[in-house]
């Protein structure tokens, strides 16, 4: 089974930046159709961005134009450069595969943007 790590989390205020990262130790995602995901405090998970094995990407609409999804040269990396945060981006932030049959989740990390 892969085990996820996400990171980079942290306290911003409205307008600044953050970058996440995630991997998964010992294990490549290159080849996986790879997602970034966030579940705010008393509401369902959601997908927010995608990036296939291709390098294809695909944003939710509230995200659109202020978030990118990248992956590292390596492929061992995907990466979410969130800009302009705004309050509502508070959410605990997870990556998983973009695909119905899910690796178990990692603990996330915590966006909370605040002034």
């Known amino acids: 089974q892969v085990r996820l790590v996400e990171s980079g989390g942290g306290l911003v205020q409205p307008g600044g930046s953050l970058r996440l990262s995630c991997t998964a130790p010992?294990?490549?995602?290159?080849?996986?159709?790879m997602a970034w995901f966030r579940q705010a405090a008393g509401k369902q998970r959601e997908l927010v961005a995608s990036?296939?094995?291709?390098?294809?990407?695909t944003y939710d609409d509230s995200i659109k134009g202020r978030f990118t999804i990248s992956r590292d040269n390596t492929g061992n990396v995907v990466y979410l450069q969130m800009n302009s945060l705004k309050p509502e981006d508070t959410a605990v932030y997870y990556c998983n595969v973009n695909r119905a049959s899910q690796f178990d989740w990692g603990q996330g990390t915590q966006v909370t943007v605040s002034a």
């Open positions: 990036i296939s094995g291709f390098g294809e990407t």
């Open positions: 010992g294990r490549s995602l290159r080849i996986y159709n």
